[in-house]
């Protein structure tokens, strides 16, 4: 079983949508969460980063965290074609650098 | 602002060759990782380098060595390459060996082996 879990999709939504996205995860000691997007043939691109429990909102994009049930998610509002990627969650331990990544969902935005 | 930049963009080589990947930080940033991400998979965490030294190493065998420079870039070099080795390599950057920083990554080099 993998270290983090996530949907690889594809996920397709109509413009203007919500878009929700989640990861679950099995290690305790994961403190520090991420969302990037990559889209193809780039690098991830590094949308939210959040350490505690709760939600974190920037813009469009919100992340909400649940440690209590290793579980993250993260909700892309009024979605546009331009959203259209590949989104992976990633985490980390307290003490390291390692990140450990989901394997990505794709997502589509149809206008 | 340059972000991370990695070079060359795509390389092709045969089983058994050797490879070394550049990568130069994001200004700011003395910190960087490697990751090595499979089609259609999450990259998978290499190692890290933070004052020249390996700091942090993943589940890869010893073929895949780096380098960190004074400049704070880096290289990756992967001896004996395998098909399997055929993957996006990433470069990442962050700042200070501290865990509450973020990483930033280049876009890759796309390795091909034949």
């Known amino acids: 079983q993998k270290e983090v879990e996530q949907d690889p999709g594809p996920l397709s939504v109509p413009e203007g949508a919500i878009v929700s996205l989640n990861c679950t995860y099995s290690?305790?000691?994961?403190?520090?969460f991420m969302w990037y997007r990559q889209y193809s043939r780039k690098g991830p691109e590094l949308l939210m980063y959040?350490?505690?429990?709760g939600n974190k909102e920037d813009g469009r994009f919100t992340a909400q965290v649940d440690k209590s049930s290793k579980y993250i998610s993260l909700f892309i509002r009024d979605s546009q074609p331009s959203d259209s990627a590949t989104y992976l969650c990633a985490m980390r331990a307290a003490a390291g650098n390692k990140l450990t990544f989901g394997g990505g969902t794709r997502v589509l935005v149809k206008p | 602002d340059a972000g991370v930049t990695q070079s060359p963009t795509h390389l092709i080589k045969t089983r058994g060759q050797q490879v070394t990947l550049r990568c130069s930080p994001k200004s700011g940033h003395d910190t960087v990782s490697w990751y090595q991400q499979a089609l259609g998979q999450g990259p998978q965490f290499i190692f890290q380098y933070y004052e020249e030294e390996e700091r942090q190493r993943g589940n890869f065998p010893d073929r895949f060595s780096g380098h960190q420079f004074p400049n704070y870039s880096s290289e990756l070099n992967v001896n004996a390459l395998l098909l399997g080795d055929s993957a996006l390599y990433l470069c990442a950057s962050s700042r200070g060996d501290s865990h509450n920083q973020p990483q930033h990554f280049g876009d890759g080099t796309r390795l091909s082996i034949l």
């Open positions: 290690n305790s000691a994961f403190q520090y």
């Open positions: 959040t350490y505690s429990s």
